[in-house]
């Protein structure tokens, strides 16, 4: 198993677009266990979200590469203080294959890195497997945040929704 990750660069966005969409929304989501498709209505992301995202100063997405395909990725961004953790996503066909703890620990790495002590994510409170998962990993859940979605390329929710924003110190 021959694997790299590796910044993406604003050529990836269309492969980026379809794989992040493919493990949070629609029918093929619920191959994995991260899917939002019983949450929201809509995608997740669109190729020009993407772009903005790769645009934005201090912020990068990592690429999990293996065999030269793109199974999984993961926004960090420089949050002052902290890292900012977002985005984290995984081919849901091979969801609980270890690809997803490769990834949280290249985001970690990269805390390092820029010599930031804590990572910090929101996880809607309602996902509850996907809560355990960080929470084994040593992030605690530290305080609520509402669901706003700042608009619809986000996805449109189909119940009430709240975020629970959780952090881990990176020693």
Same mark, same amino acid.
């Given at each position: ?29 619920? @191959?994995?266990?991260?899917?939002? @498709? ?5 995608? %997740?992301?669109?190729?020009?979200? *993407?772009?903005?995202? +790769?645009?934005?100063?201090?912020? &990068? &997405?990592?690429?999990? &590469? ?25 081919? #849901? !066909?091979?969801?609980? /294959?270890? =690809? ?10 990269? @805390? $390092? %890195? ?9 996880? &809607? !409170? %309602?996902?509850?497997?996907?809560? @355990?998962?960080? =929470? $084994? $990993? ?6 609520? /945040?509402?669901?706003?979605? #700042? ?5 449109? #929710?189909?119940?009430? +929704?709240?975020?629970? *924003?959780?952090? /881990?110190? *990176?020693?």
């Amino acid at each position: 198993m021959n694997f790299e990750i590796k910044p993406a660069t604003l050529s990836d966005a269309g492969a980026l677009n379809e794989l992040v969409n493919s493990a949070y929304r629609g029918e093929g989501s619920k @191959a994995g266990w991260t899917t939002e @498709a019983d949450l929201l209505d809509g995608t %997740r992301t669109e190729i020009s979200l *993407i772009e903005e995202t +790769l645009n934005k100063p201090g912020t &990068i &997405i990592l690429r999990y &590469i293996e065999d030269d395909e793109l199974l999984g990725c993961v926004e960090l961004r420089n949050d002052g203080d902290k890292l900012y953790l977002g985005m984290l996503t995984v081919r #849901p !066909s091979l969801q609980g /294959k270890g =690809i997803g703890n490769k990834l949280l620990t290249a985001g970690e790495t990269e @805390a $390092r %890195r820029q010599g930031l002590k804590k990572i910090h994510m929101t996880v &809607i !409170s %309602r996902r509850k497997e996907l809560l @355990a998962w960080y =929470i $084994r $990993r040593g992030y605690d859940v530290t305080g609520t /945040k509402p669901f706003i979605l #700042p608009d619809k390329r986000f996805g449109v #929710p189909k119940m009430d +929704l709240e975020f629970l *924003i959780l952090e /881990k110190l *990176i020693l």
